[in-house]
T-cell receptor
């Protein structure tokens, strides 16, 4: 596609429920990132994929958060037993990684509200 | 641990003014620095990318400089317009900590007509 696509754009759920957020990166981009942004803050790193594997998942806050990218393209961020503190905008970005890290391109984000 | 600070946190200027947004970072071992724009409720739009070996990049009315040794970058906006109103974020790409971008909290810019 022309840009990074994220679905859903908005998700309202109840505390304790399971949520999946999807990211479709720019075609040909090998690197994919998930970030989380709270109101008035800059995005915080969650996880980075190079191809199918998670190259760095040091930003995942706890074991309720998990992400996959099984075919090296689309990625899904999965949140189990959601808590009110998980409410935020979840941003996905992709980039081409050649001999050096390239420019990151972000999607519009998925706004998660946990009631 | 890399920390990125943006000053000022908010800025309000009349249309037509030239302005400077500041970004500082604590660890100079970076691959590059990227400036983004974020409109309310939207994702991030990349404005300029400066590689660690470069001193500045220009795009239209925007000019970004990088002084890696002192850990500073500035974004210069010439002849500001109301359409420039947005949050501006800077982010550095680490060398030692994989490929993550570390972001500042942003500068909220309002250009009054």
């Amino acid at each position: 596609g022309a840009g990074v696509s994220q679905t859903p754009s908005n998700k309202v759920t109840e505390k304790g429920k399971y949520v999946e957020l999807r990211c479709d990166p720019i075609s040909g981009h090998t690197a994919l990132y998930w970030y989380r942004q709270s109101l008035g803050q800059g995005p915080e790193f969650l996880i980075y994929f190079q191809g199918t594997g998670a190259a760095d998942d040091s930003g995942l806050p706890n074991d309720r958060f998990f992400a996959v990218r099984p075919e090296g393209s689309v990625s899904t961020l999965k949140i189990q037993r959601t808590e009110r503190g998980d409410s935020a905008v979840y941003l996905c970005a992709s980039s081409y990684y050649g001999t050096a890290p390239g420019e990151l391109f972000f999607g519009e984000g998925s706004r998660l509200t946990v009631l | 641990k890399q920390e990125v600070t943006q000053i000022p946190a908010a800025l309000s200027v009349p249309e037509g003014e030239n302005l400077v947004l500041n970004c500082s970072f604590t660890d100079s071992a970076i691959y590059n620095l990227q400036w983004f724009r974020q409109d309310p409720g939207k994702g991030l739009t990349s404005l300029l990318l400066i590689q660690s070996s470069q001193r500045e990049q220009t795009s239209g009315r925007l000019n970004a400089s990088l002084d890696k040794s002192s850990g500073r970058s500035t974004l210069y906006i010439a002849a500001s317009q109301p359409g420039d109103s947005a949050t501006y974020l800077c982010a550095v790409r680490q060398r030692e900590y994989g490929n993550k971008l570390v972001f500042g909290a942003g500068t909220i810019l309002r250009v009054k007509s």
